[in-house]
């Protein structure tokens, strides 16, 4: 977790060189605040231990355009899986030939205008959309590469959200994969590799090597018995990050060097075989910090609930997910925590709380809130037009100054 390292200076919350003052006086809370050099440093962390690997920014972790075009200027490709995600990539920056279109539910329209922008490569979920991609390009004379989504029969790791290893709407079941790929005539359309996503927020360093070594090895396999040349491998991501005090970082390097050895006899094997990584998560949650203020405190049979005027509306990931994002009083950083209590929001139900358990100076009317984490799944995952409160606002701060995002 990096809170320390991104936003606190001398005991005191600045972003990128913006202080707590000046963003909560230009702007009403509850807001967004994402730091522009962290979302730059984590794409470097990823890029240097893996320089192999093309990493295709996940925009469904975060859209926001300024963030997008801060991760064009860092040499991120794409990952996008809606027409409107799509069209937020193209206006940010990112090159067509870097962007990959990855969906479990298309239609035909989706699929002409994602062939029309010229993507690198399509991900086919089913022999049905091997047809619709296959009818497209015919219509529209063009010869797209596919990726093979697959539901591997792997082990799956232990993370909240798992996509591999059993039933999953995503993806051809691996043991199914050639006989439904076999039943389908493509003229207009090739085969170019496969795409495995297998879960979101691993932090198991070893499961996540013998998984990609089982990707390479799967890859190869499948270009033999189904007959394709292997133009690239899109890995998935999941990398994760710690999401309390308590978790570990992500070994890279230890990742790195425990896929070195596969890794080099893929590429001798395959020495054109483009290889991706998608990372949402990775690169843009702990460039995110959530500011809500308090509007007033009160003790109820025994628990503190801080009553704020942002919640679920504004942050839904909290009380959905059933993840503790850690809390700071961000205008009070420096002073012990004497206080346990609930972070809860102007919503009318009790689920809105949005941090239990928290521990921090007793907070007062006026102090403002933080929830670290939030660069990811915050804003594009809310409902925020829960009761029409209006939504937050998003600011990216970057080299001592603050932009509306």
């Not at 809310?382 to 970057?398: H, I, V, W």
């Amino acid at each position: 977790m990096r809170f320390d390292e991104f936003f606190v200076r001398d005991g005191r919350f600045l972003a990128d060189g913006v202080a707590l003052d000046e963003i909560a006086g230009k702007y009403q809370t509850p807001l967004y605040v994402y730091s522009a050099a962290a979302i730059r440093m984590k794409h470097r962390l990823l890029k240097d231990a893996f320089p192999a690997f093309d990493i295709c920014y996940s925009l469904k972790a975060n859209p926001n355009p300024a963030v997008c075009e801060v991760l064009v200027h860092a040499g991120a490709g794409a990952e996008v899986s809606s027409p409107a995600e799509l069209a937020t990539a193209l206006t940010a920056g990112f090159a067509p030939q870097n962007i990959v279109y990855v969906a479990p539910v298309k239609t035909a329209a989706d699929v002409g205008q994602v062939l029309q922008a010229g993507v690198h490569a399509v991900v086919a979920d089913a022999a049905s959309d091997l047809d619709l991609i296959e009818a497209a390009a015919r219509g529209l004379g063009t010869n797209p590469r596919v990726l093979l989504r697959i539901n591997t029969k792997e082990t799956q790791p232990e993370a909240k959200e798992v996509m591999v290893g059993g039933p999953s709407k995503f993806g051809f079941d691996e043991e199914r994969v050639c006989d439904e790929v076999a039943s389908v005539r493509l003229e207009h359309t090739r085969i170019a590799g496969i795409q495995v996503y297998s879960a979101s927020q691993v932090l198991d360093r070893d499961w996540l090597a013998t998984h990609i070594g089982y990707v390479m090895r799967l890859a190869g396999q499948l270009s033999r018995d189904i007959g394709f040349k292997l133009e690239t491998v899109d890995f998935g991501g999941g990398f994760g990050v710690p999401q309390q005090d308590r978790d570990h970082e992500l070994d890279l390097a230890g990742l790195a060097g425990a896929i070195a050895r596969p890794l080099a006899a893929f590429r001798a094997e395959h020495p054109q075989c483009r290889l991706v990584f998608e990372s949402g998560r990775f690169l843009v949650a702990e460039a995110g910090v959530f500011v809500t203020r308090v509007v007033r405190v009160k003790e109820s049979r025994g628990r503190v609930i801080a009553i704020c005027d942002g919640g679920m509306n504004s942050f839904a990931r909290p009380v959905f997910m059933r993840i503790q994002h850690p809390a700071r009083l961000l205008n009070r950083l420096d002073e012990c925590a004497t206080a346990n209590l609930d972070i809860c929001g102007p919503i009318c139900t009790p689920l809105d709380c949005i941090a239990r358990d928290a521990y921090l100076p007793m907070p007062e009317p006026g102090d403002l809130i933080g929830l670290l984490n939030a660069g990811a799944y915050g804003y594009s995952m809310s409902l925020l037009d829960f009761m029409s409160r209006g939504r937050p606002t998003e600011l990216l701060a970057d080299a001592g100054e603050l932009h509306r995002a």
